[in-house]
């Protein structure tokens, strides 16, 4: 079995760089060799290899779902797309194409799970809001529940 955690966004654009600086935070943690760490950037569709190998994905990006900034939520990929077919993330369309060409091989994931971030800005700048940085601990904690549900 193996198991991805994906950050994704962009670390160019502060709050959209989320996905990315999850996964230098949970380098701080130990996994098992069938759980792989992988900063995705932004390109996600360049990530279609990776998704045919893989058992359980959990993607981490910047969602703008309408809530306050640092709202966490947990969607699966038919949540991505509203009824409008308005990506709500910048990356879901590239995210959505790879899971669906995967799918159209047989080689979806079994599960896939997007932990999305509301942010509060996006604009030029490395560094994160003070709301976003402070909930990526929450955000990893929830990270690592699903993957222990996955490795049990």
């Known amino acids: 079995m193996k198991v991805v955690i994906l950050g994704i966004g962009n670390i160019l654009l502060k709050d959209e760089g989320v996905g990315v600086r999850t996964i230098e935070y949970l380098h701080r943690f130990s996994f098992p060799p069938q759980v792989e760490l992988v900063d995705g950037g932004t390109a996600t569709f360049d990530l279609f290899g990776l998704f045919t190998e893989t058992d359980h994905l959990v993607v981490i990006d910047a969602v703008k779902g309408g809530m306050s900034p640092g709202t966490i ?63 990526i601990p929450k955000v990893a904690d929830l990270v690592l529940a699903e993957v222990e549900g996955y490795l049990k």
């Open 73 to 135: 939520y947990r969607l699966e990929p038919k949540d991505l797309l509203p009824r409008q077919h308005t990506p709500i993330s910048p990356h879901d369309l590239g995210l959505l194409d790879a899971l669906d060409m995967a799918a159209k091989i047989g080689r979806l994931p079994h599960s896939v799970v997007i932990f999305g971030i509301e942010p509060k800005e996006i604009d030029w700048g490395m560094e994160l809001s003070p709301e976003i940085e402070g909930i």
